[in-house]
């Protein structure tokens, strides 16, 4: 099993960014760090480790399909958000019964990044659902979706390159955008103790 992961609040991810590319930059006026071009500037210096930190822990969560969630509709990244909470909600809802909330080790992980935030929004997310879940998961998805959001589209797809799967969810991530765009499934529920 693993050691267990702590979970950061998005103040702390933030304060963590906004620290380090306060060091980036001072590294860049010092120019002991040469600016990277701008289409390369997501997190800075440290895009791989980052996606191999998230390749990390969804590995170890148990990763097993990315789900591309369309909206098809205007809406915001906060609009987004909320509708991606509302579909895990109900999401374990169908996969663990009607006190889904009292079960949180059981509950569904998952990460998804928003995409083209600013035209036609959608999310590219990575889904770690049980095996014993993943025949109903498959089946009820569309459903879900399609009560939350009449026109909009799912796709899933079993995971057979995490890496690659990691790599084309947070394509269009940069350093300025990346706490707006990414969603946790953790945001959604509460803790054990609550």
């Known amino acids: 099993?693993?050691?267990?992961?702590?979970?950061?609040?998005?103040?702390?991810?933030?304060?963590?960014?906004?620290?380090?590319?306060a060091q980036t930059v001072e590294l860049v006026k010092k120019k002991t760090l040469a600016p990277l071009p701008k289409r390369t500037t997501t997190i800075v210096g440290g895009r791989a480790k980052w996606k191999q930190a998230w390749v990390d822990l969804l590995r170890e969560k148990g990763a097993s399909h990315t789900v591309t969630f369309a909206f098809n509709n205007p809406i915001s990244v906060e609009g987004a958000r909320h509708r991606f909470?509302?579909?895990?909600?109900?999401?374990d809802r169908a996969l663990l019964g009607p006190r889904y909330a009292k079960k949180p080790d059981k509950r569904t992980f998952a990460v998804a990044f928003a995409e083209n935030i600013t035209s036609n929004i959608h999310l590219h997310a990575v889904f770690a659902v049980a095996p014993e879940h993943q025949e109903r998961f498959l089946s009820d998805a569309d459903e879900i979706w399609e009560k939350l959001f009449p026109g909009g589209d799912v796709n899933i797809k079993a995971i057979d390159d995490l890496a690659g799967a990691v790599d084309y969810m947070t394509k269009h991530t940069s350093h300025t955008s990346v706490f707006d765009s990414q969603i946790l499934s953790t945001e959604f529920q509460r803790s054990a103790s609550a």
């Open 1 to 21: 099993m693993g050691m267990p992961v702590r979970q950061f609040t998005r103040d702390e991810l933030q304060a963590a960014n906004a620290a380090f590319q």
């Open 85 to 91: 909470g509302e579909f895990l909600q109900h999401l």
